[in-house]
């Protein structure tokens, strides 16, 4: 059985096993620092950091900002050692019966396979690719703007929500005021 658990920096244990997979999953221009990232999750609201359980052994993390009407899943990954057991569908199917509202997530753009195999996956999964241009803004003032495409799932619908949502993430994920 799958489940999300909520954590805290104070998990010492769950703690680092997340923050360990998050580096190992998602280059430096991906993610915020790692101590913004603890701020975040002990003191932010809008912000889960989840530890992914099937049974009591870790399996991932996913972590996701709540905007009441929509969640932004904002990091998703499956330890290396876990993938090809179906975990990221039945982290999927629990994270939609656990919030029970539209999710939103970024997407690399289809440039090779790895990209064009993760958009396969979240469409099985229900999602839809909205093709809208979208830039990921920068984590840190040193880096770059990302070319990436919003995926969501749910009652969204990408020529009515696209720059609402846009909007959100900007300033609330990212710091970005448009």
């Not at 009591?56 to 993938?83: P, Q």
């Not at 999710?103 to 990209?115: A, F, G």
Request: proline share 3%.
């Amino acid at each position: 059985m799958i489940s999300i658990q909520c954590i805290r920096t104070t998990d010492i244990k769950a703690y680092c096993f997340v923050e360990d997979l998050l580096k190992a999953s998602f280059p430096r221009e991906e993610r915020r620092e790692l101590l913004l990232q603890r701020e975040y999750t002990d003191h932010n609201s809008r912000f889960h950091h989840n530890i992914l359980l099937n049974k009591d052994e870790s399996i991932g993390f996913l972590s996701y900002w709540d905007f009441d009407d929509f969640v932004y899943v904002e990091h998703f990954a499956i330890d290396n050692k876990k993938r090809n057991f179906g975990y990221g569908q039945k982290v999927l199917n629990a994270l939609k019966e656990k919030i029970q509202r539209p999710i939103v997530l970024e997407v690399e753009l289809p440039k090779d396979e790895m990209s064009r195999r993760r958009i396969k996956f979240y469409q099985r999964q229900g999602f839809q690719l909205w093709e809208e241009e979208y830039q990921q803004p920068p984590y840190r003032k040193s880096d770059h703007y990302l070319p990436m495409l919003l995926m969501a799932q749910g009652k969204l619908n990408c020529e009515t929500d696209f720059d609402r949502i846009k909007t959100i993430l900007y300033k609330e994920v990212y710091h970005i005021e448009e």
